[in-house]
């Protein structure tokens, strides 16, 4: 036989298995998809009770697990994991949250290898928020200067997006910069509404329409 007529057609066999891999992957039924995964957190975050939520976000976090297992290199599912375990771990608290913010840093941080744009710089914003709300060591990761790097870079990438705006302007309030905290909650709540995330924009416009009162409330003292 022809030695390049052979691997000509192992090539080709090599070829259709792993696009029937890849088939199989993206039709295994039971597995969500991103768009589902993000509604359903935003159903979690803004419609649930707080007594609920728990075991919500731990269901979900099941899921989002399969899905970035069969899309590892999908800095989107990456992304999407990381903001779920980070929501998980806001509602355990305390010292069991340390090991699920670290497996979103690590989620977020795999995500910029891949796609520092994904999802509108998600990826650092996302990070950003994890630096100045995770105490610092002895306990945890945190660091203000590191948070105040990431945030800048996903404003830069969405300069005018909800999220960038947000997390910049709650990091602000956190360091105390009243001024500053209330421009970034303003650039919040004038930022478009993004298709597809009614219930998200809806929810985060209230957080920051509550937290853009309290900075003019500290800065009229």
Do not use: C
Request: without cysteine; hydrophobic residues 45%; charged residues 30%.
């Amino acid at each position: 036989m022809n030695p390049f007529h052979s691997k000509s057609m192992l090539l080709l066999i090599l070829i259709s298995t792993a696009v029937l891999v890849g088939v199989a992957l993206a039709a295994e039924p039971g597995t969500p998809t991103i768009e589902q995964i993000r509604d359903r957190w935003a159903e979690i975050s803004y419609q649930l009770p707080k007594a609920q939520r728990e075991s919500a976000f731990e269901e979900l976090a099941r899921q989002v697990e399969g899905v970035r297992q069969a899309r590892p290199r999908d800095a989107e599912a990456l992304i999407w994991e990381g903001i779920v375990l980070s929501s998980l771990a806001g509602e355990k608290g305390g010292m069991g949250a340390l090991g699920l913010v670290k497996r979103a840093r690590a989620d977020f941080e795999a995500a910029l290898e891949i796609a520092p744009d994904a999802l509108d710089g998600a990826a650092y914003t996302s990070l950003g928020a994890l630096y100045y709300q995770v105490p610092g060591w002895p306990l945890g990761f945190g660091d203000d200067d590191t948070a105040r790097t990431l945030l800048r870079q996903g404003l830069a990438i969405d300069p005018d997006g909800i999220d960038a705006n947000y997390f910049y302007a709650d990091f602000l309030r956190d360091q105390k910069d009243w001024r500053g905290a209330k421009e970034g909650f303003e650039k919040a709540l004038a930022a478009p509404a993004r298709s597809g995330r009614e219930l998200a924009d809806a929810g985060r416009r209230r957080e920051a329409q509550s937290k853009l009162q309290e900075a003019a409330r500290r800065l009229a003292d």
